[in-house]
């Protein structure tokens, strides 16, 4: 089933998501529909608040091959090098986008779907993606990593477009 996709403003994007401690047949139907809502919108990764989800979860297809994806559970970044200016969106602030500095290489701890623990190393558009997504579920926005003027006028910009 595809989800509606939340947008700024709304206060769930601002908020530090909640660990998950075990798997259930609701969070597994949760898992499909954020996977298809992913590639439905298109897009490239998800965090579960942005479909409106408190869990500590986050989709990510940085090749959009279904059947491939990348499913996290608590993800945390545990180390990140390199350096690049990425361009960068965002489902939640649709029409906007800017250049973003990220690591190039990340390697995240986790929990599989299973709930066994995984070691994820990243590099390139997937750390990317997964730098992306585990700032939504600490509550924070692409936007939030930009300097003071630029995000102002990245907001100002996103206010004035058509909902
Ligand atoms: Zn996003």
Redesign the pocket.
Known sequence: MILPIVKEPNPILHQKAIRVTKMTAEIKKLIADMIETMHAAP?V???AN?VGSRLNLLVASADGVKGKELVLLNAVIKKQTGKALCPE?????PGISSKVHRATEVVVEALAPTMEPVIVEAADLMAQILQ??T??LQGH??VERLSFWKKKRLLLKYQGLPA
């Open positions: 897009g990764g998800l965090a942005q969106g965002c489902l939640s602030l992306h997504e700032d939504h926005l692409y």
